[in-house]
């Protein structure tokens, strides 16, 4: 099969051509579409490019484990390494940390220095407290799939960069 709306019997067919009336009852179309854009037209773009991407074999294992095998190769992540710390808080405290403004981090602006402490915030929810990307997504006014290749570019530069590393354990031992 060349795409993904191919698929005989997949949600592939219902989110990318709804059009062919092969919608399934259980399947909340635009819920799932809202997550790759707000129209209908760059959704569908976007979830077809997500869908065509190939996934490394680190990443594959990260998604099926929830286990960062650079960071944590041996330990899989249990309630007891989850902090317990409210969004609101974490937010607070690596805006305060990054020498940001709450407003900076949620507010419409593209600064490079806020959009790193947004990845920086959605990082540490996402390895260290039970909080989903989603929720970090929408507590900072951002698109799920704009975060979600913030924090994949921010991790690619934590391994090519020490610097990067320190700063996101040292935010770690603030946040706990």
Do not use: C
Not at 28 to 53: K, N, Q, T
């Amino acid at each position: 099969v060349k795409v993904p709306e191919a698929y005989g019997n997949s949600s592939h067919r219902a989110y990318l051509a709804p059009e062919q009336g092969r919608a399934v009852s259980w399947l909340d179309i635009d819920a799932g579409m809202a997550l790759f854009g707000p129209d209908s037209a760059a959704a569908r773009l976007r979830y077809r490019h997500f869908m065509g991407e190939p996934v490394d074999e680190d990443r594959l294992m990260q998604l099926r484990t929830g286990v960062d095998a650079d960071n944590e190769p041996e330990v899989r992540r249990t309630r007891g390494d989850v902090m317990d710390i409210d969004l609101d808080a974490l937010i607070r405290r690596v805006a305060d940390e990054m020498d940001v403004t709450e407003d900076m981090i949620s507010g419409p602006g593209r600064s490079r220095k806020a959009s790193h402490a947004r990845a920086m915030i959605a990082i540490l929810a996402m390895d260290h407290t039970a909080h989903t990307l989603y929720e970090v997504a929408a507590r900072l006014n951002r698109d799920v799939s704009t975060l979600s290749k913030q924090v994949a570019h921010l991790r690619d530069r934590r391994q090519k960069f020490d610097r990067l590393d320190t700063q996101i354990k040292q935010l770690v031992k603030i946040i706990k």
